[in-house]
């Protein structure tokens, strides 16, 4: 049987945003048209659907690596900031988002917090694992 793992992300990612689009409790937030994703960035994102697709990458990040908290998920969309003639510095992408992103995934019962034992964090729902199954096979 094929895995998530088989699969390009960008191409998992993609499908999985088709199908988040069709869940109703998962919506940008009316703030998300004027945010930046991150204190490393620039500009606002150019993509008019960039939630869905932080959504579906987030999806797919807790499926591989959960349990996976904010704070490492902060890491993984960070960045380096371009800081004029001083060095490049990383910067943590912004856990705001991150936190509405995997709220809006527990209600849509694609993830849920893990309490018990050492590691602590979202993991997938069967909901979710079966979502990302059924767009890897298609």
């Known amino acids: 049987m094929t895995s998530i793992r088989d699969y390009k992300a960008s191409e998992t990612i993609a499908k999985v945003k088709q199908e988040l689009k069709k869940i109703d409790s998962i ?9 930046k994703t991150g204190a490393h960035k620039e ?5 008019k659907d960039w939630w869905y697709t932080r959504c579906a990458s987030v999806l797919r990040r807790v ?3 959960g349990p996976i908290g904010v704070s490492k998920l902060r890491v993984k969309y960070g960045g ?7 060095p490049e510095k990383f910067y943590m992408g912004s856990g705001n988002i991150l936190r509405k992103v995997l709220q809006q995934l527990e209600k849509a019962e694609l993830v849920k917090y893990k309490k018990e034992g050492i590691r602590k964090g979202r993991i997938i729902t069967s909901k979710g694992e079966s979502l990302l199954n ?3 096979k298609k």
């Open 134 to 136: 059924k767009v890897v």
């Open 63 to 65: 499926y591989l690596y």
């Open 27 to 35: 919506k940008p937030p009316e703030w998300s048209k004027f945010v």
């Open 43 to 47: 500009r606002t994102p150019v993509e």
């Open 80 to 86: 380096k900031k371009n800081r004029g003639h001083k």
